[in-house]
C-alpha cells in the first residue's frame, strides 16, 4: 500500500540591515547563492548550477557527511523559478531527492519589502513529503537555517 503523502505549510519572516536590491542579489548571484545555500558545515558538495530567470533551473548535488552513527546521505535538489520582479519577488517550486529517491515537492515564495533602512523577507513554502522525508516541522527549521546563512552572507558581503 502507497503511503499517503504529508503536506504542510509555513511562512518565516526575517529583517534584514540590507536594502531590498541587496537581498535580492543575494538570491540572484550564482556565486552569493552558493556560499549561503549550499556550501557548509557538515555536508560535501558534488554539483551547483542555477540560471537564474523565469523558466531557469537551479540543481544542486550534496552529501550529508554523517557521523559513527549516521551513514553519508547524497541529497539532490531540482528548483525552477516560475517568477520573479527584481528586489521584490522569486517565487520557485522544487523537489528534494535523497539516495535519488523523490522525498518532497514544493511551492516557495520569497517576498521582499523595504523596512525600515533594511528588508522585510517573507518566506512562505507548501509542501508535500513523501515517505523518509522530512516533514514540515524539520523543513521549516532548516528554512530558518538557510535564512540565518543569508544573513551572514549580507553581512560578510555587504556591497
Given at each position: ?117 533594511g528588508t522585510r523577507l517573507l ?8 515517505e523518509g522525508g522530512d516533514g ?5 527549521t532548516g528554512c530558518r537555517e ?14
Open positions: 500500500m502507497t503511503t499517503p503523502a504529508i503536506h504542510g505549510s509555513f511562512s518565516i519572516e526575517r529583517t534584514y540591515p540590507a536594502t531590498p536590491a541587496r537581498v535580492f542579489r543575494a538570491f540572484a548571484d550564482e556565486e552569493a547563492k552558493r556560499r549561503w545555500f549550499v556550501e557548509g558545515d557538515g555536508f560535501e558538495v558534488h554539483s551547483y548550477t542555477a540560471d537564474f530567470r523565469i523558466g531557469g533551473f537551479e540543481r544542486s548535488r550534496f552529501q550529508f557527511l554523517g557521523n559513527d552513527a549516521v551513514p553519508p546521505t547524497p541529497m539532490g535538489n531540482d528548483t525552477v523559478y516560475l517568477d520573479i520582479i527584481p528586489d521584490e519577488r522569486i517565487v520557485i517550486a522544487y523537489s528534494m531527492t535523497m539516495k535519488d529517491r523523490p522525498i518532497s515537492a514544493s511551492l516557495a515564495t520569497i517576498e521582499l519589502t523595504a523596512a525600515g533602512g518566506y512562505t513554502e507548501q509542501a508535500a513529503f513523501f514540515p516541522e524539520l523543513r521549516e538557510l535564512l540565518e546563512h543569508l544573513a551572514e552572507e549580507l553581512a560578510a558581503h555587504p556591497a
